[in-house]
């Protein structure tokens, strides 16, 4: 068999795996849809994040989640879903009056994204992680629960990637939220009960990526083997910390230990100096449950 026959096999092979699977990719996906009012006190004007972070305050415990208790209180459950009925109502794309500033409009997305994650695993808990969510015809591992699973913000249908890569990644190309998006997974960044806005939201984010980067299970340095072990999240958004360097003229030339320099606190900068030519070595991300109360290795 030649080359060309070969190929046309091929792609015959894959038009008609496609035409397979498209009956499943096609299948209706689940839209979570909130049959609740707004919270009674909601203001009139601006967007408030009160009864979602007096539910992180309750249920979170050093950045992991009591899902057994949460999900056992139907009033908290309830307060949810009254939170994420305002979220279904207004948005910073259908109600801009209500985001005057860009930070509410940042912050609206951020946390949204964290709520509509909680919500996804409270309605099918327990559950182990949400890699077990899953799409028909799966093949891509969180395809179920990132991409299939949908939700309503703003009267728009969104699922999480899109969150992600439309409102958050796309609008202000700052990637220290991925140091606040919260995959409800063990290496996740830690869920945070504070949900500032406004000018807060800037030290809030510089915080945060301090926090994650001093974190051994997300930055670790093994001079005696002379590697810099990391999580897999410099990975996956490689391009976007050195983008975010270049676009504020700062050094790139030694790849993301320069970011993590960049961001470190000042006790941590000089030994990541001296690991700036060491080897990168990514952690295995842990994709179980955030549970609060479980030991972790």
């Not at 005057?100 to 309605?123: R, S």
């Not at 009267?155 to 998006?181: M, S, T, Y």
Request: hydrophobic share 40%.
């Amino acid at each position: 068999m030649n080359t060309c026959v070969r190929i046309r096999s091929i792609v015959l092979l894959l038009a008609l795996l496609i035409a397979a699977l498209l009956p499943a990719w096609a299948d209706e996906r689940p839209v979570l849809r909130i049959d609740a009012p707004p919270p009674v006190d909601f203001p009139a004007k601006g967007f408030s994040h009160q009864v979602f972070e007096d539910l992180l305050q309750r249920f979170v415990v050093n950045g992991r989640v009591n899902y057994d208790a949460w999900h056992g209180d139907a009033d908290a459950m309830a307060a949810l879903e009254s939170y994420l009925a305002a979220v279904g109502r207004w948005s910073p794309d259908n109600a801009p009056e209500r985001f005057a500033d860009k930070n509410d409009a940042k912050a609206y997305w951020l946390y949204v994204y964290n709520a509509f994650v909680l919500k996804a695993v409270l309605d099918r808990w327990p559950l182990d992680s949400v890699n077990d969510v899953r799409a028909p015809a799966q093949i891509a591992k969180g395809q179920g629960f990132f991409y299939r699973l949908h939700f309503i913000a703003g009267g728009e249908e969104v699922n999480l990637l899109r969150i992600q890569k439309k409102k958050v990644k796309k609008q202000w190309r700052d990637p220290r939220a991925h140091f606040v998006l919260n995959c409800a997974s063990d290496s996740c960044p830690i869920l945070r009960p504070e949900l500032p806005t406004g000018d807060e939201l800037e030290p809030f984010l510089a915080q945060s990526a301090r926090d994650f980067v001093s974190e051994p299970s997300n930055v670790s340095i093994d001079h005696t083997a002379q590697e810099l072990r990391v999580s897999e999240i410099f990975k996956w958004y490689r391009k976007e910390f050195i983008r975010d360097l270049r676009s504020r003229g700062l050094p790139s030339s030694r790849g993301i230990v320069d970011y993590l320099i960049d961001v470190a606190p000042d006790e941590l900068k000089g030994e990541l100096e001296r690991a700036a030519n060491y080897t990168v070595v990514y952690f295995d991300y842990d994709w179980d449950i955030n549970q609060a109360g479980k030991e972790t290795s």
